[in-house]
């Protein structure tokens, strides 16, 4: 009988020792990316990962580049917005086996350069006149600089780039050189994407002429009556000079056809081959998503309560991309 409580001990040492290793277990890394639809699709994705399948995560920061690094070198496993081959780091590290892109995520993505409507056409309803009546194309806004007057030079036209750090950022510097734009436009870099939207919205709300880069899904979209200035066809030789910040004469090109995956690095590919084939059945409809995330935006929703309502709401989006039985835990979680 004296042995009983040291053999209870032992027992009770073997369970908890048990349990600090489940608890233990390494999470899935994603990158914890800046803009909307990146933060909503990451978390709906970690709450299909968590609750349907049983594996913790989390999230670390980083720029696109950087992320994609880390993807190739397995310090992160997942970027679940990826604009697959948009990027030197991106290409390099598909061509070497490294990380893979799953799916296509979102049909009929899109990015550009965008000015509001009313710019062109004026508006009637706000009092508001046409400042640039023939604008169709980048090459057009050689003639207006001074409707987009950028407030620290007025003699200059003020363009809205990406922040720094994104791939985009590149692109759209090197356009600006392509184009012949460098020199009658401010290459302004926004310090995040929040302040990217805060300088467009302050703008369209107050009827001010703006010239942005901006991308589908996302609110904005679905928010003014914004028109894309029209680029020459896509070429991927000009592409190539689009994308290496070092080159010396950039050539003009739409950009790569947009096609939005979900990034995974070797080792999670090979690790994880459930939730690789739940990732390549990822299908967000753009309408869908584009009202999820004007919500988010306007009511200043979270992304992690955004993707819960989401998947609330969208049963049957979401549940075609799993097994029966998986889709059910999900339910039961939300």
């Given at each position: 009988m004296k042995r009983l409580p040291a053999l209870l001990a032992a027992v009770i040492l073997s369970f908890a020792g048990t349990a600090t290793a489940a608890d233990a277990r390494t999470p899935i890394h994603f990158?914890?990316?800046?803009?909307?639809?990146?933060?909503?699709?990451t978390e709906i994705l970690r709450l299909i990962v968590e609750k349907g399948y049983g594996y913790p995560t989390d999230t670390l920061p980083g720029?696109?580049?950087?992320?994609?690094v880390a993807l190739a070198r397995n310090d992160l496993q997942v970027i679940a917005e990826e604009w697959a081959g948009r990027s030197p780091a991106w290409v390099k590290a598909e061509q070497a086996g490294q990380v893979f892109s799953l799916g296509d995520t979102v049909k009929n993505a899109e990015e550009g350069w965008w000015v509001p409507a009313y710019v062109i056409k004026g508006d009637p309803k706000r009092n508001l006149k046409a400042?640039?009546?023939?604008?169709?194309?980048?090459?057009?806004l050689k003639r207006y600089p001074k409707?987009?007057?950028?407030?620290e030079s007025p003699d200059k036209g003020r363009f809205l780039n990406s922040p720094s750090g994104w791939t985009s950022e590149t692109v759209n510097s090197q356009k600006l050189k392509a184009y012949g734009l460098d020199q009658q436009y401010v290459n302004f870099r926004s310090g995040s994407g929040a302040a990217l939207d805060a300088e467009i919205n302050s703008a369209i709300r107050r009827g001010q002429p703006v010239l942005f880069y901006y991308w589908s899904p996302t609110p904005l979209m679905g928010r003014f009556e914004l028109v894309r200035l029209e680029e020459p066809p896509f070429d991927p030789q000009a592409w190539a000079t689009l994308t290496d910040a070092r080159n010396p004469s950039p050539r003009g090109s739409r950009s790569l056809p947009a096609k939005l995956s979900i990034g995974v690095s070797a080792a999670f590919r090979k690790q994880y081959p459930e939730l690789v084939d739940?990732?390549?059945?990822?299908?967000?409809?753009?309408?869908?998503?584009?009202?999820?995330?004007?919500?988010?935006?306007?009511?200043?929703?979270?992304?992690?309560?955004?993707?819960?309502?989401?998947l609330r709401d969208n049963p049957a989006v979401w549940k075609a991309w799993m097994p029966g039985e998986v889709a059910s835990k999900i339910e039961a979680g939300l």
């Open positions: 990158g914890a990316i800046a803009w909307e639809s990146g933060a909503l699709t720029s696109t580049v950087s992320m994609e400042l640039a009546p023939d604008l169709r194309s980048v090459d057009d409707v987009f007057s950028d407030p739940t990732f390549s059945k990822v299908d967000l409809p753009i309408d869908t998503l584009n009202k999820a995330l004007a919500h988010m935006s306007e009511t200043r929703q979270p992304p992690g309560e955004a993707a819960l309502a989401f």
